[in-house]
């Protein structure tokens, strides 16, 4: 159903969104998520090539310098929350859907590493074009010069201090995404990524994927002639490069950095919000999606006095038996439509006990709603009854399940 307000989304409903959207992501194609990973990584290059571009020849001060790159870096999360795209730092709210159980570990997992390759192939696949447009050469290599020292300071943070500045930074980017889940509009989700994403960038934070174009973009400025003649002009002696190192790269950056993100934007935002807005409903995922206290109706009754019961009710199936305990059988509007209406007979002298669905099968309310899913397809099954402490609670439908996860 198409939500029509125009008020900004509660916390509650984002919460419930965000679990939705984790839902998606983790269920996604490899094909289509390594696409859209690698155009995450690109338009987060695209920002950060922005930046650099942007203050290589500043005359401000250096916060003011820094609130204008940060404004304009907000082009990368722009792009991958507008345009769509699957950016490993924002996935890290995917544990939202993982903790209430609606996608396994493996698929957090499998959806974390696909991203973060396609990320950094993204990432690199644009360093390459700058690298070959001649922008680095700009300004007598100015513009070279200063991604070359982004990429030094980078790598010469101790391990403490890159974890640190992750962490910070990806409550923040996190936070930004959070926002957009409350947005109905373009320029709601422009508005709620710009001041989040600024201060990250101002303050000197870590992100992983912009460093996948940072640090590799000043390794390949570190064999550059040019660019080395113009930084020793510009800073007066030759820089001291040693740490700028593939290994350096890896282990004293994008190592420290990642572990920080994952904790800043999965524990700190991601586990938080799950544990103020969604954990209740995740000890028992499927109770708001069942069909409550089921109705029942015997074997000899018609389909038209079951169209009539479940019209009263307003549900879509009903249990078959001589009551609740002893149902031995489901009947669907599905059913009613495939075995009565397709085929031309008349529901006033069918019997339900002819067209109903059996065995039953039932699980506990506490199951995954994953599991749910899997137990449906072993089964070939379209429904299975509910039970709480062994008594039958209700039933739960796959149109129930697509409904997805309520607030």
């Not at 644009?126 to 020292?149: D, E, F, I, N, R």
Request: with cysteine; charged share 15%.
């Amino acid at each position: 159903m198409i939500d029509y307000g125009i008020d900004a989304y509660t916390p509650a409903e984002m919460a419930a969104r965000v679990e939705k959207a984790g839902i998606v992501k983790g269920n996604l194609d490899f094909l289509s998520m390594f696409t859209l990973s690698v155009l995450a990584g690109a338009f987060i290059a695209f920002g950060a090539v922005l930046y650099t571009y942007v203050i290589h020849d500043s005359s401000l001060s250096m916060g003011l310098t820094k609130l204008i790159g940060g404004v304009v870096f907000c082009l990368g999360l722009i792009l991958v929350i507008v345009a769509g795209a699957e950016l490993f730092t924002g996935n890290n709210l995917i544990v939202m859907a993982c903790v209430s159980r609606k996608i396994t570990i493996q698929r957090l997992l499998r959806n974390w590493i696909i991203v973060f390759c396609g990320n950094f192939a993204g990432s690199l696949f644009v360093m390459w074009l700058v690298s070959q447009s001649g922008q680095w050469t700009s300004s007598g290599a100015a513009v070279g010069v200063k991604a070359l020292m982004i990429a030094n300071g980078k790598v010469n943070l101790t391990f403490v201090e890159a974890l640190s500045r992750g962490i910070l930074c990806n409550i923040l980017v996190c936070l930004a995404v959070w926002l957009c889940f409350s947005c109905r509009s373009v320029t709601d989700k422009v508005l709620a990524i710009i001041f989040p994403i600024t201060a990250f960038v101002a303050l000197g934070f870590e992100h992983s994927v912009a460093n996948m174009y940072f640090v590799p973009a000043g390794l390949l400025l570190k064999q550059n002639p040019q660019v080395l003649s113009a930084a020793e002009r510009i800073l007066g002696q030759a820089p001291e490069l040693s740490r700028l190192t593939v290994c350096g790269f890896l282990a004293r950056n994008l190592l420290p950095v990642t572990i920080g993100n994952i904790i800043g934007g999965g524990l700190l935002v991601g586990i938080i919000y799950w544990f103020v807005y969604l954990r209740r409903a995740a000890a028992e995922p499927v109770r708001k999606l069942m069909t409550k206290g089921p109705p029942t109706i015997t074997p000899d009754k018609t389909v038209v006095e079951a169209v009539e019961e479940m019209k009263r009710h307003s549900v879509g199936s009903i249990l078959v038996g001589e009551s609740d305990d002893k149902a031995v059988g489901i009947v669907s509007e599905a059913d009613i439509v495939r075995k009565v209406l397709a085929a031309g007979a008349k529901p006033d002298t069918v019997k339900v006990g002819e067209i109903m669905s059996s065995p039953l099968i039932s699980v506990d309310v506490k199951t995954p709603i994953y599991s749910i899913y899997n137990t449906m397809t072993e089964h070939r099954i379209r429904h299975l009854v509910i039970t709480d402490q062994g008594q039958k609670v209700g039933f739960v439908s796959v149109k129930d399940l697509l409904r997805g996860p309520t607030s």
